[in-house]
């Protein structure tokens, strides 16, 4: 069974600063898809940047970018020039076409003024 | 476009009673999937369904059931609802199967 894992429970970066989200998956399957959303305290869920495993080039949006490491089966977030609208909850997620997607267990991030 | 839409936003219930819970997908999404997150337990898959068949569906015992109308609004129902069922149900459709696009969710009290 494939499984998500972001072993950073909770941090806290000051504005502008840089920060990397952790993300470590296990899988047997060759294709499948990646994605990071984003729960501010508003709660509604937002899909922050998606990556598709046949793809080598690493996903970007913005000042979002991951790197995605295959072999090793990790996939981080990271945010530049970080602005306190980033603060939230952050899933790295797992999805195999055929199957249900999978979260991890969230990170919390609280960008300080 | 109007975003996914959730109803109710809040909902208080008491043990062995039934609730059902309302998702109108954004226009031309035929994908409509749901979530239960708990600070235990995070963020669940429930099941999904796609033009009005139950294509998926995670985890969780009979009494959490679903449907998709033609129009593609789908309800989520649970029967005898049990203390642990206190969540926050997400709802969220999707183009293409891939990215989700949610609601704003249902937050359930069962007391």
């Known amino acids: 069974a494939q499984t998500v894992t972001q072993s950073q429970p909770e941090m806290s970066v000051q504005e502008a600063e840089t920060v990397t989200l952790s993300c470590t998956y296990d899988t047997s399957e060759n294709n499948y898809y990646l994605f990071w959303y984003k729960q501010p305290p508003s709660r509604q869920m937002i899909l922050v940047i998606r990556?598709?495993?046949?793809?080598?080039q690493n996903a970007t949006e913005n000042r979002f970018s991951v790197n995605f490491q295959k072999a090793a089966k990790s996939f981080s977030l990271k945010i530049s020039d970080s602005q306190l609208g980033d603060t939230a909850m952050y899933f790295c997620?797992?999805?195999?076409?055929?199957?249900?997607?999978?979260f991890g267990k969230g990170t919390r991030l609280h960008i300080l003024p | 476009k109007a975003g996914v839409t959730q109803t109710p936003r809040y909902l208080i219930k008491t043990r062995g009673q039934q609730v059902t819970l309302s998702c109108s997908p954004i226009?031309?999404?035929?994908?409509v999937s749901w979530y239960q997150q708990t600070p235990g337990q995070g963020l669940q898959f429930l099941f999904e369904y796609f033009s009005e068949t139950q294509r998926n569906k995670g985890n969780f015992p009979g009494r959490f059931s679903g449907r998709q109308f033609s129009n593609s609004r789908s309800e989520m129902n649970v029967s005898t609802l049990e203390l642990g069922d206190s969540a926050l149900y997400l709802c969220a459709s999707s183009p293409d199967g891939l990215a989700l696009h949610f609601g704003n969710g249902t937050r359930l009290t069962v007391t």
């Open positions: 990556q598709e495993a046949y793809k080598q």
């Open positions: 226009s031309g999404h035929r994908s």
């Open positions: 997620a797992f999805l195999n076409r055929d199957d249900k997607i999978i």
